[in-house]
């Protein structure tokens, strides 16, 4: 390898790129680096470190279809070990980044253990793609009761929790108790919140043909959503179907609406209305990893990386980012200024001209920009109903929720994990739903510490 920007000759440490997360972004730079610097890496010349909180990458437009039973939770997933054998995975959390120092202070799960604390990672040049976290408002109670939808962990909660409030239902005789556990609030009427409540309302449908005393007319699903419409993503015309999509299904869509309160298990929203509920799901929007704010890189107002249409930061050498993170000129947009959207089709998109880049740079070649047109947006509202917007087409019902899953299917990283999604697809047009509940998952111990004469843990539920 040619020595790069700081200097290193042959026989000299080797070099080392750190990838900071493990989304979208760092899996496809990663794949692609080691792929591109093949030679380097076998050669000993040069290492890629890759540090990410969780062992896997979590393929998040599946969540919706994880929830329902549709997929299993282990092919939303793809287990970063396997895909970077020739990266360096650190499973652990960066704490904050000395771009000066060409340092990252990073918090493994073995710190703790040893109480030595965080430890230091050099780098010569430094991808950060940390993703975002849940943007959450100072909502009463929202803490105590609220429940999230980014990880597959919550995803799968959400599900134990459903099928969980409808055997209380079937099985209390205080109505107060029933009407509670059988109204589900959804807060947010993006991507996130409009597919998850369509996933699960379809699933709680289907699963009420198996209890003797739940039909499907005795839930009450609400969207709250702040703004007048949804899935801006899809456009207006289409937006507007889904809400009457939606409220065919009798679901309480309640736009231009904000969640006041939800203490005491009672959702209030600031038209008045006030819902018992022992479920609020809280997918209104994100906010940049809290890592970002621990470095002396180039910030815009909102928090997000300042970035070059070549992915690098603004005014700063050795370090790129993309995705979530980043906020990146839209090169194809008529008006002036405008970044690219944070979410998945350009995240992926990035992620590629990123590695390229970075590899053009080591070698002396010339950077290129990154630039590509929206395609357009699909959503699915549950089983074989959909919404779609893709290159200035208009598809709704079947044909959407099909594009949806061939769209997705070619996206999900790897051959393993999409033959297993279109195998489980496959079987379940030919059997039955599942619609059994293991929330004790959430507590394995539960059982063992109570033989052994502890308490059962309290149910958040």
């Not at 120092?101 to 780098?123: D, H, N, P």
């Not at 459903?162 to 209380?168: F, N």
């Not at 807060?187 to 597919?195: F, K, L, R, T």
């Not at 297993?420 to 004790?440: D, H, P, Q, Y």
Request: hydrophobic share 40%; charged share 25%.
């Amino acid at each position: 390898m040619a020595a790069n920007s700081r200097g290193r000759a042959p026989g000299s440490p080797r070099a080392r790129i750190l990838v900071v997360g493990g989304g979208y972004v760092g899996l496809y730079t990663a794949l692609r680096l080691q792929k591109k610097l093949k030679p380097e890496l076998r050669e000993g010349s040069l290492e890629i470190v890759v540090v990410t909180p969780d062992p896997y990458m979590t393929y998040q437009p599946f969540l919706p279809e994880a929830a329902a039973g549709s997929i299993s939770p282990r092919h939303v997933v793809v287990p970063l070990r396997r895909v970077l054998d020739g990266c360096k995975v650190v499973v652990g959390e960066a704490q904050s980044i000395d771009h000066a120092k060409r340092t990252a202070t990073v918090t493994t799960l073995a710190t703790e253990e040893e109480g030595t604390g965080a430890v230091e990672i050099s780098y010569d040049e430094l991808v950060l793609a940390p993703g975002s976290i849940s943007r959450t408002l100072p909502v009463p109670g929202l803490a105590d009761y609220g429940i999230g939808f980014k990880t597959v962990e919550e995803a799968i909660g959400l599900r134990n929790h459903v099928i969980e409030q409808m055997d209380i239902a079937s099985s209390t005789r205080d109505p107060a108790i029933r009407d509670a556990a059988l109204t589900f609030v959804f807060v947010g009427g993006g991507y996130a919140g409009v597919e998850a409540l369509g996933e699960l309302e379809d699933m709680a449908r289907y699963a009420s043909r198996y209890y003797h005393n739940v039909k499907p007319d005795d839930m009450k699903w609400i969207l709250v959503e702040a703004s007048d419409r949804i899935l801006p993503e899809v456009g207006e015309e289409m937006g507007r179907y889904t809400v009457r999509e939606l409220r065919r299904r009798n679901i309480d869509v309640r736009l231009e609406t904000r969640l006041e309160s939800c203490q005491d298990r009672v959702a209030v929203l600031d038209d008045g209305s006030r819902f018992p509920t022992r479920t609020v799901v809280w997918t209104a929007g994100v906010k940049p990893h809290p890592v970002l704010a621990a470095t002396d890189l180039p910030r815009n107002e909102r928090g997000r990386l300042k970035c070059t249409a070549k992915l690098a930061l603004d005014d700063t050498t050795h370090a790129w980012a993309a995705g979530d993170a980043a906020a990146v000129p839209d090169l194809t947009a008529d008006e002036p200024g405008k970044e690219c959207a944070p979410n998945a089709q350009h995240a992926v998109r990035q992620a590629k001209v990123l590695a390229d880049n970075i590899v053009a740079s080591l070698r002396g070649r010339p950077l290129t920009d990154y630039a590509h047109k929206y395609a357009g947006s699909v959503a699915s509202l549950g089983l074989h109903k959909g919404v779609a917007h893709v290159y200035g087409r208009k598809l709704k019902g079947y044909p959407a929720w099909f594009m949806h899953r061939v769209y997705h299917l070619s996206r999900v990283p790897t051959f393993n994990r999409k033959a297993r999604v279109l195998a489980e697809w496959t079987l379940a047009g030919l059997f039955k739903r599942e619609i059994v509940s293991l929330g004790s998952l959430e507590h394995p111990r539960a059982e063992f510490e109570l033989a052994a004469g502890g308490e059962r843990p309290k149910e958040s539920s």
